[in-house]
């Protein structure tokens, strides 16, 4: 996904408490600062604009904020605000697909996302490069407290999925 994105064409704002992304003078996705629930951050292939802000809301369900574009710093020191904390970023220790919750205080360095392959386990070995899909999904930590939120979560499509860790 990150790979697409032109840091020339990228935006992001904040307007009267409103958190906008922007992409080629299109609007992607837009959360009021007041509906975010946990904020996260993903590590996808490396560089600078693989590194992203992940927002989980009660409007949207996950919404992804590319490091580095223009209106980023602006749009993460008002989520600070909003939210009373620091919101410390350790991008530069990720590695591929490596994710982690930055608020709420209750889940601080769980994993927000898990891989999950799209294939069955007895092909699984034959990826050996990495090159085969796999599809990213909201640990059970994560999903437990939206749940508790009573917000939704995305699910696995496996109900027999083993443990996130």
Not at 14 to 42: K, T
Not at 104 to 119: G, K, Q
Request: glycine share 4%.
């Amino acid at each position: 996904m990150a790979r697409f994105i032109n840091p020339d064409t990228a935006r992001a704002i904040v307007i009267e408490g409103i958190v906008e992304f922007h992409l080629n003078h299109s609007c992607q996705w837009r959360v009021a600062l007041s509906d975010i629930r946990i904020v996260g951050e993903l590590m996808l292939e490396g560089g600078t604009f693989d590194w992203h802000w992940v927002f989980v809301s009660k409007t949207e369900e996950l919404l992804w904020l590319p490091v580095g574009i223009d209106g980023e710093q602006d749009v993460i020191q008002s989520v600070r605000e909003y939210l009373n904390t620091d919101l410390n970023a350790k991008f530069a220790r990720f590695t591929w697909l490596d994710s982690r919750v930055v608020w709420p205080v209750d889940l601080v360095d769980e994993p927000l996302y898990r891989e999950e392959s799209a294939l069955p386990w007895w092909l699984r070995p034959l990826d050996l490069v990495g090159l085969l899909p796999v599809s990213l999904v909201l640990t059970k930590q994560v999903q437990a407290y939206l749940e508790s939120l009573d917000l939704p979560a995305t699910k696995s499509d496996d109900p027999g999925a083993e443990d996130d860790r």
